[in-house]
């Protein structure tokens, strides 16, 4: 058992713990119980849900799919990120719609 995700609350480690166990990399989620309780204890990092994974050889692995989860999280909350111009590839900062190099549009969206 490895820990690779501290969530903000129950639902959080639930999403991360499906888009895991998507991937086939078996895991669980930890600490439900102490945010129930949260109102009586002190808030703390150990009073947060954690998810685990049961086999630790898929650690690199389970970490790379948090980060990228935590990436799109950031994204969704900030709204607007640096984009990088497909076509000529020049650094655009956010408010940029598209390309002042070379016109190119932003493109929508560039993960999936
Ligand atoms: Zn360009």
């Known amino acids: 058992m490895k820990k690779v995700y501290i969530a903000q609350d129950p639902a ?18 930890l600490g439900e119980d102490l945010w129930g309780a949260r109102g009586a ?7 947060l849900p954690t998810v685990w ?13 948090v980060r ?6 950031l994204n969704a909350t900030t709204s607007d990120s640096p984009w990088k111009c497909p076509n000529c590839g020049e650094e655009m900062e ?12 932003r493109p929508a969206e560039t993960q999936t």
Do not use: M
Not at 41 to 47: G, I, M, R, Y
């Open 94 to 105: 956010a408010q940029y719609t598209d390309c002042w190099q070379c016109g190119t549009n």
């Open 68 to 73: 990228k989860y935590e990436n799109k999280t």
């Open 41 to 47: 204890l002190s808030v703390s990092p150990d009073t």
């Open 12 to 29: 959080d480690a639930h999403f991360v713990a499906g888009i895991l166990q998507e991937y086939g990399i078996s895991c669980e989620v």
């Open 53 to 65: 994974i049961r086999d630790d050889d898929k650690f690199d692995e389970a970490r790379k799919l």
